[in-house]
């Protein structure tokens, strides 16, 4: 796997396998005909992360894209804070784990081994370390954003979800910069698809602050503050949010839209940042009871 720095002097990258596997196996089922049918699931693996030798934890993941998930995964929590001291990232599906090396070690790596949080990511997903104190200095500058931009991106995303369409029981983040799609990354946990991004993002040294950043899975605290400490201020869903998904993203600024899928959405914060440009007609059926006005 290559890659270039996008601003200012060329970076001191990571040495990166490329041991990405098919996301989806076919396997026969049988329907309720007890006819033989032949299709395709999702290719669950596990992933140990050894650290400088050190075994830290296991990934559950497609194993479609493991170099970004790593990258991602380091970068979120908050492992290492310059890509320049990572040394290598080798995954081998021989013995399902990845070797990452850094060039000097760790600080503090005890520490932030100490402080563990399951998260109820699909897949169970793991935050180490007290993020919340790096939430706490995180203040997004929100953009303005059109409805009729939120449509269009939607149905841009509808070209994508592949290994959903074909199987099922995945999750898809896309990153987004107005109504394109820069990139698309699905994973058996919502938590690994947004690791994965923010490893493209930190690869190609991109910065979040003009994006919007998609996810098929639900708004939790988890899935705001990882999006937060990306610099992304605007956070989409077809799925519903959590509490603490909406108390964080009141405290740190990001947009937080959820339930959209067609011509519906729901702003549960920044709604002084969207534009209603476009809003549908009022359905006949709901009028009386549901009336609807656009917005001042």
Same mark, same amino acid.
């Given at each position: 796997?290559?890659?270039?720095?996008?601003?200012?002097?060329?970076?001191?990258? @990571? $040495? +990166?396998?490329?041991? =990405?596997?098919?996301?989806?196996?076919?396997?026969?089922?049988?329907? /309720?005909?007890?006819? #033989? *049918?032949?299709?395709?699931?999702?290719?669950?693996?596990?992933?140990?992360?050894?650290?400088?030798?050190?075994?830290?934890?296991?990934?559950?993941?497609?194993?479609?894209? @493991? $170099? +970004?998930?790593?990258? =991602?995964?380091?970068?979120?929590?908050?492992?290492?804070?310059?890509? /320049?001291?990572?040394? #290598? *990232?080798?995954?081998?599906?021989?013995?399902?784990?990845?070797?990452?090396?850094?060039?000097?070690?760790?600080?503090?790596?005890?520490?932030?081994?100490?402080?563990?949080?399951?998260?109820?990511?699909?897949?169970?997903?793991?935050?180490?370390?007290?993020?919340?104190?790096?939430?706490?200095?995180?203040?997004?500058?929100?953009?303005?954003?059109?409805?009729?931009?939120?449509?269009?991106?939607?149905?841009?995303?509808?070209?994508?979800?592949?290994?959903?369409?074909?199987?099922?029981?995945?999750?898809?983040?896309?990153?987004?910069?107005?109504?394109?799609?820069?990139?698309?990354?699905?994973?058996?946990?919502?938590?690994?698809?947004?690791?994965?991004?923010?490893?493209?993002?930190?690869?190609?040294?991109?910065?979040?602050?003009?994006?919007?950043?998609?996810?098929?899975?639900?708004?939790?605290?988890?899935?705001?503050?990882?999006?937060?400490?990306?610099?992304?201020?605007?956070?989409?869903?077809?799925?519903?949010?959590?509490?603490?998904?909406?108390?964080?993203?009141?405290?740190?600024?990001?947009?937080?839209?959820?339930?959209?899928?067609?011509?519906?959405?729901?702003?549960?914060?920044?709604?002084?940042?969207?534009?209603?440009?476009?809003?549908?007609?009022?359905?006949?059926?709901?009028?009386?009871?549901?009336?609807?006005?656009?917005?001042?």
């Amino acid at each position: 796997m290559t890659s270039a720095a996008t601003s200012g002097k060329q970076r001191r990258i @990571p $040495e +990166l396998t490329s041991a =990405g596997l098919s996301a989806t196996t076919t396997v026969t089922a049988y329907n /309720e005909y007890a006819e #033989a *049918i032949e299709g395709s699931i999702a290719a669950e693996r596990a992933l140990t992360i050894y650290l400088d030798k050190r075994e830290v934890v296991t990934l559950m993941t497609l194993g479609n894209h @493991p $170099e +970004l998930l790593i990258l =991602g995964w380091l970068r979120n929590q908050r492992m290492i804070e310059n890509i /320049e001291e990572i040394k #290598a *990232i080798q995954v081998d599906w021989d013995i399902d784990s990845v070797a990452i090396t850094t060039h000097s070690g760790v600080d503090n790596l005890d520490e932030k081994l100490e402080h563990k949080t399951v998260t109820t990511g699909c897949g169970q997903g793991t935050m180490f370390g007290d993020l919340m104190d790096e939430i706490d200095k995180v203040k997004l500058q929100q953009p303005r954003l059109k409805q009729s931009q939120i449509y269009l991106l939607l149905k841009a995303l509808n070209e994508y979800n592949e290994v959903y369409k074909n199987a099922g029981a995945v999750h898809g983040c896309a990153l987004c910069r107005g109504e394109h799609i820069e990139q698309f990354i699905e994973d058996v946990g919502r938590h690994n698809a947004v690791d994965a991004i923010a490893g493209h993002m930190w690869l190609n040294d991109l910065h979040g602050g003009d994006k919007i950043f998609y996810t098929t899975g639900r708004l939790t605290s988890e899935m705001v503050i990882k999006v937060a400490l990306m610099g992304i201020p605007v956070l989409l869903s077809r799925s519903g949010i959590t509490r603490m998904g909406l108390e964080i993203a009141e405290k740190v600024g990001v947009t937080l839209i959820a339930r959209a899928k067609g011509k519906h959405f729901l702003v549960y914060h920044g709604l002084e940042f969207i534009e209603f440009d476009t809003v549908p007609e009022i359905r006949s059926s709901s009028a009386d009871k549901h009336p609807r006005r656009k917005p001042d």
